[in-house]
């Protein structure tokens, strides 16, 4: 529910949430959601800072950035500034 | 064979509670009834939100948790603003709540509220139990939450049959965690990077959070910034974890900052900021803060990270454990000579922290007051303008000598946190500056100071307005008070009188010679020293404000000194 949360307080639609349990016990919850680079930015740190959360994942093009590992690492001056640029 | 209230309290007192906050009720009502010989301690306050308050109270100067108690309904929807109040600064803070029987659970019950889904967005963690097997796991995992990582907010919602229900019982449990990925911590390789991205700059600072605090690190930040010498400055929660007499320190930064700091923050090409969420009051208009860093950014919280603005460098750990690291790789390197820049920046600027200059008698009556408190103290401030005065001339170096709330801003905060800190700190002298406004909106608990006879020295800072809204009003909205007229205030006085608490006044003219009078001064030195609880209600001018300020929308240099035409 702190999931749906996050995107709920943002004032974004839910037009669809899938939610089921997978083979190693966890659960999976999909949501499709319409939203902008900053808000796929601003759900996946909400998202990760919900104690139970493991992974957050998109199939969004726009969330090339956060396929990253998580949370950040810090990297050298120069790659971050070039990734950047 | 044990009660479900005595499997609890078994629980807390493993997990080291040994206080609690509470007010009773229906659905509570066994947990009450198994409390004595549970070996914690329980405060009745007179409001639920007296409870949790305190709660916080008692937290934010220990760094345990702090528990809070409430019933069901009602009672449990009056914790939501300390709920918010322990999310938004970090708070341990673990509030039980009777919930009506099972069977009746989402009936619209007498006293019943959905208070797993009222406070979803506010809490760390939380959980409705629906068996007495689990009330061990909860009680444990619970407990993790709220004082693991980022501290937190947990709400645990037990059923009043399950209270009353008996099982065999085998003893409290340990929780042990899942990894997550924001636990992880940050390799040794950031430390190289920072110190080429200092050895780069030519006019680094550092911004000191509440998460210097939190990790227990002051010790090693303050070594750190001696080493560093560049300036530094503090969110209104780092307060106190910079000692105010070093000379790199510029005292508060943001809305109500300090010019110095506020300018050194905006001129500024490498910000290392250790602990602090980089919230809007603090950076201004987010667009144009620190328009010329680049950010190192020391956080447990990855959620922090380019929340507000992109950092360059982030550092995801405990405090206690990175800032060692960097320290040690910062020792093994020389850097560049920041005087030049130190001394524009801690120059002659350095003079608004020096109370000669002070002409506004309420701030000269709080450095005052300050400047006489026992080394042993912690400061408590409500809401408003007496709070930003009161973190402007805040002294102390003790990291958590400074109490209020910040991120949510709750006004009647300050007395009811006030019990849980002197009762945590029986020895220090614990000092409550509240607002005429929000000293009311807690009031009720004159009567637990009272009843515990907490020896708390309450001042309330009368200008018979909603202070910081009426300045707003002044300012920006053509002087148009609306509804910020408290001229019909009540004799605090024959308030407190009624609670069985001395209480006298003090009014600006006291104020008026520098330094203050003898008689002024044993006045403030008896009521610092008493015993007992008491209370000063100080009569202030009315439209007096505070300054510097940031307006809403603006950059941080952009701040307004003193009083200029309105807009």
């Given at each position: 529910m702190r999931i749906l949360t996050g995107a709920s307080r943002r004032g974004l639609d839910i037009p669809s949430v899938h939610a089921e349990a997978t083979e190693d016990g966890h659960h999976q919850a999909t949501l499709l959601l319409e939203v902008t680079p900053k808000q796929v930015g601003q759900l996946y740190r909400e998202w990760y800072a919900i104690a139970d959360v493991t992974h957050v994942g998109s199939g969004a093009a726009h969330a090339e950035p956060w396929a990253a590992a998580h949370p950040p690492t810090p990297v050298s001056l120069e790659s971050r500034t070039a990734a950047r640029a | 064979?044990?009660?479900?209230?005595?499997?609890?309290?078994?629980?807390?007192?493993?997990?080291?509670?040994?206080?609690?906050?509470?007010?009773?009720?229906?659905?509570?009502?066994?947990?009450?009834?198994?409390?004595?010989?549970?070996?914690?301690?329980?405060?009745?306050?007179?409001?639920?939100?007296?409870?949790?308050?305190?709660?916080?109270?008692?937290?934010?100067?220990?760094?345990?948790?702090?528990?809070?108690?409430?019933?069901?309904?009602?009672?449990?929807?009056?914790?939501?603003?300390?709920?918010?109040?322990?999310?938004?600064?970090?708070?341990?803070?673990?509030?039980?709540?009777?919930?009506?029987?099972?069977?009746?659970?989402?009936?619209?019950?007498?006293?019943?509220?959905?208070?797993?889904?009222?406070?979803?967005?506010?809490?760390?963690?939380?959980?409705?139990?629906?068996?007495?097997?689990?009330?061990?796991?909860?009680?444990?995992?619970?407990?993790?939450?709220?004082?693991?990582?980022?501290?937190?907010?947990?709400?645990?919602?037990?059923?009043?049959?399950?209270?009353?229900?008996?099982?065999?019982?085998?003893?409290?449990?340990?929780?042990?965690?899942?990894?997550?990925?924001?636990?992880?911590?940050?390799?040794?390789?950031?430390?190289?990077?920072?110190?080429?991205?200092?050895?780069?700059?030519?006019?680094?600072?550092?911004?000191?959070?509440?998460?210097?605090?939190?990790?227990?690190?002051?010790?090693?930040?303050?070594?750190?910034?001696?080493?560093?010498?560049?300036?530094?400055?503090?969110?209104?929660?780092?307060?106190?974890?910079?000692?105010?007499?070093?000379?790199?320190?510029?005292?508060?930064?943001?809305m109500h900052g300090t010019r110095a700091a506020n300018m050194a923050l905006h001129e500024t090409d490498l910000l290392l900021v250790f602990g602090a969420r980089l919230d809007d009051r603090v950076t201004g208009d987010p667009s144009r803060f620190a328009p010329h860093a680049k950010i190192v950014h020391f956080e447990i919280d990855p959620a922090q990270l380019d929340r507000v603005r992109s950092c360059e460098?982030?550092?995801?750990?405990?405090?206690?454990?990175?800032?060692?690291?960097?320290?040690?790789?910062?020792?093994?390197?020389k850097l560049p000579d920041f005087s030049g820049w130190r001394a524009v920046a801690c120059g002659t600027e350095r003079a608004e922290l020096d109370p000669r200059g002070l002409a506004q008698p309420t701030i000269r009556f709080l450095d005052e007051l300050f400047s006489r408190l026992p080394k042993n103290n912690v400061v408590l401030a409500d809401v408003g303008q007496h709070q930003m005065w009161a973190a402007q001339r805040y002294r102390s170096s003790t990291p958590r000598g400074f109490i209020t709330s910040g991120g949510?801003?709750?006004?009647?905060?300050?007395?009811?946190?006030?019990?849980?800190?002197?009762?945590?700190?029986?020895?220090?002298?614990?000092?409550?500056?509240?607002?005429?406004?929000?000293?009311?909106?807690?009031?009720?608990?004159?009567?637990?100071?009272?009843?515990?006879?907490?020896?708390?020295?309450?001042?309330?800072?009368?200008?018979?307005?909603?202070?910081?809204?009426?300045?707003?009003?002044?300012?920006?909205?053509?002087?148009?008070?609306?509804?910020?007229?408290?001229?019909?205030?009540?004799?605090?006085?024959?308030?407190?009188?009624?609670?069985?608490?001395?209480?006298?006044?003090?009014?600006?003219?006291?104020?008026?010679?520098?330094?203050?009078?003898?008689e002024t001064g044993d006045q403030m030195d008896r009521f610092l020293a008493s015993p007992e609880p008491e209370l000063l209600v100080f009569d202030c001018a009315p439209e007096a404000n505070v300054f510097p300020m940031v307006p809403a929308g603006a950059a941080l240099s952009e701040m307004l000194l003193e009083e200029e035409p309105t807009q």
């Open positions: - | 064979m044990l009660k479900g209230s005595e499997i609890v309290l078994q629980c807390l007192r493993a997990e080291g509670v040994e206080l609690m906050f509470g007010y009773p009720g229906g659905a509570i009502m066994p947990l009450y009834d198994a409390l004595e010989g549970s070996g914690i301690r329980h405060v009745l306050t007179r409001h639920e939100q007296g409870a949790v308050f305190a709660a916080e109270g008692y937290a934010r100067v220990t760094g345990d948790v702090g528990v809070a108690l409430a019933t069901s309904g009602p009672g449990a929807t009056n914790l939501v603003t300390g709920i918010a109040d322990a999310k938004m600064d970090s708070v341990p803070l673990v509030c039980i709540t009777g919930q009506v029987r099972s069977a009746l659970i989402g009936s619209d019950a007498f006293q019943e509220t959905d208070v797993f889904g009222v406070t979803l967005s506010l809490t760390k963690w939380s959980r409705l139990v629906r068996t007495l097997d689990e009330v061990p796991e909860v009680i444990a995992e619970g407990f993790h939450w709220a004082r693991s990582g980022r501290p937190g907010p947990v709400v645990i919602d037990i059923p009043t049959d399950i209270l009353k229900a008996k099982k065999e019982f085998s003893g409290p449990v340990k929780f042990k965690p899942h990894s997550r990925p924001a636990d992880a911590v940050a390799d040794g390789g950031f430390t190289d990077t920072i110190v080429a991205m200092l050895q780069r700059a030519a006019k680094p600072v550092a911004l000191v959070g509440a998460g210097a605090k939190l990790s227990g690190a002051t010790s090693e930040l303050r070594r750190l910034l001696d080493d560093l010498n560049i300036p530094a400055f503090a969110t209104v929660h780092g307060l106190g974890a910079v000692p105010p007499e070093a000379p790199y320190y510029l005292g508060m930064v943001g460098m982030p550092v995801i750990g405990n405090l206690a454990d990175t800032i060692p690291a960097f320290h040690a790789e910062l020792r093994r390197h949510l801003g709750a006004m009647g905060f300050a007395l009811p946190a006030a019990v849980g800190v002197q009762l945590a700190r029986p020895d220090a002298c614990v000092l409550c500056v509240s607002g005429d406004g929000g000293f009311q909106m807690n009031i009720q608990e004159l009567a637990t100071v009272h009843r515990l006879g907490l020896p708390i020295k309450m001042v309330i800072v009368d200008n018979k307005y909603l202070g910081m809204v009426r300045q707003w009003q002044q300012l920006f909205y053509q002087r148009n008070y609306a509804e910020t007229d408290l001229s019909d205030n009540p004799d605090f006085v024959d308030i407190a009188k009624a609670y069985k608490i001395h209480s006298f006044r003090m009014n600006e003219d006291a104020m008026r010679e520098f330094p203050v009078s003898n």
